[in-house]
């Protein structure tokens, strides 16, 4: 899976939300994965603005595909 | 005071976690308000990559700001 990649993250976002189902809810562990990740990413000078954005996009549509499933797993 | 400015930022920041503390730890508001705004952001084909960029980063250093504080007024 092409890292960064709209599938990428919606894989990342069910695994975090797995993992921390102890502690946080659905919503909770997606938009603490969120901004975490938006945190690393904005910092990485590897990269150019546009990539970043590019990034944050995928990012954004997966969180909103995850957020309207209905399972959790 | 300047909009997209850490200041600003930080401002809408309590203001948020103000709002919401009967649903909201100031945690979940903070990330919560990340989220928002952030996807919002990027979708702004108004700026260029780099001004998105740089209004995120003042986003994130807010964030890091106010969670930081001890009182959630």
């Known amino acids: 899976m092409e890292p960064f990649s709209t599938p990428f993250f919606e894989e990342n976002f069910k695994q975090y939300i797995k993992k921390n189902n102890d502690v946080f809810t659905k919503l909770e562990a997606m938009n603490s994965y969120y901004r975490s990740v938006v945190s690393s990413m904005i910092y990485d000078n590897l990269n150019k603005n546009s990539e ?9 549509t997966a969180y909103k595909t995850v957020k309207a499933e209905n399972t959790e797993e």
């Open 52 to 60: 970043i954005v590019r990034r944050i996009r995928n990012l954004d």
